[in-house]
C-alpha cells in the first residue's frame, strides 16, 4: 500500500520569497515520484517527476525537487515565486508498474504583494 | 483533440437521479483513468482502463458507480441514484501507457442537491 503525507495544508508567502511544499511518503514498493499544480477551475498539470537518476529534479515554471529516499521525501522549492505561482499543489506517488497514481491531500500556496 | 476533454464541465443533479458523465481522451492514448476529488481533498482513484479492457476498478465506492469505454476512446462515468456525497469534482486523465506521463482533463463538477 501506498500513502502521501503533505505536511502543510496551506502556505503563505510574499512575492519574490522563497518558498518550499513538504511531501512525504510511504510505500512497501519502489515508487515514482511527482508534483501537480491545480489552478482554480482546472485540471492537474504536471511539474515535475522522479523516475530515476538525479535526485535533483527541475521542472516548469523554475520548481525543482529533492528524491531523499532515507527520509522518504520529495519537497518541492522555488526560490523566488510570483503571483502567478498562487495554486493548489499536490505530491503524487506511482509503483513502478504503472496505473494509478496516489495523492497527498494538498497544499495551497498564496503568494501575495 | 489537444488535450483530455470532459463534459458537461458542470453538472447539478437533483438527489436519485442517474448522470452520466464523458471524457475524450488524447487522440491515441490507450490508458485512461477516472479520479473523484471532493472539495479541499485530494484526487481519489476510481478505476481505470487500458484500451477497452477495465483493469482495475478498485476505487469505485459502491454499486452505483459504473464506467465504460467501449471502443477503447470515449469514456462514461455513470452514476446511479445520485446521494449528497457524490457531490465532487470528477477528473479523467489519459496517457499512452500506463506507465507514461498522465494528462487531465479540466474535471466535471458534479453537484447534488
Known amino acids: 500500500a501506498q500513502s502521501v503525507t503533505q505536511l502543510d495544508s496551506q502556505v503563505p508567502v510574499f512575492e519574490e520569497a522563497p518558498v518550499e511544499l513538504r511531501c512525504n511518503y510511504s510505500s512497501s514498493v519502489s515508487v515514482y515520484l511527482f508534483w501537480y499544480v491545480q489552478y482554480p477551475n482546472q485540471g492537474l498539470q504536471l511539474l515535475l517527476k522522479?523516475?530515476?537518476?538525479?535526485?535533483l529534479v527541475k521542472g516548469i515554471n523554475g520548481f525543482e525537487a529533492e528524491f531523499n529516499k532515507s527520509q522518504t521525501s520529495f519537497h518541492l522549492r522555488k526560490p523566488s515565486v510570483h503571483i502567478s505561482d498562487t495554486a493548489e499543489y499536490f505530491c503524487?506517488?506511482?509503483?513502478?508498474?504503472?496505473?494509478?497514481?496516489?495523492f497527498g491531500q494538498g497544499t495551497e500556496l498564496s503568494v501575495k504583494p | 483533440g489537444a488535450g483530455v476533454s470532459q463534459s458537461p464541465r458542470y453538472k447539478v443533479a437533483k438527489r436519485g437521479q442517474d448522470v452520466a458523465l464523458r471524457c475524450d481522451p488524447i487522440?491515441?492514448?490507450?490508458?485512461l483513468f477516472w479520479y473523484q476529488q471532493a472539495l479541499g481533498q485530494g484526487p481519489e482513484f476510481l478505476t481505470y482502463f487500458q484500451n477497452e479492457a477495465q483493469l482495475d476498478k478498485s476505487g469505485l465506492p459502491s454499486d452505483r458507480f459504473f464506467a465504460e469505454r467501449p471502443e477503447g476512446s470515449v469514456s462514461t462515468l455513470k452514476i446511479q441514484r445520485t446521494q449528497q456525497e457524490d457531490s465532487a469534482v470528477y477528473l479523467c486523465?489519459?496517457?499512452?501507457?500506463?506507465?507514461?506521463?498522465?494528462?487531465f482533463g479540466q474535471g466535471t463538477r458534479l453537484t447534488v442537491v
Open positions: 486523465a489519459s496517457s499512452t501507457t500506463g506507465q507514461g506521463e498522465a494528462f
Open positions: 522522479y523516475l530515476s537518476g538525479s535526485t
Open positions: 503524487a506517488v506511482r509503483g513502478y508498474q504503472g496505473g494509478k497514481l496516489i
Open positions: 487522440s491515441g492514448h490507450v490508458s
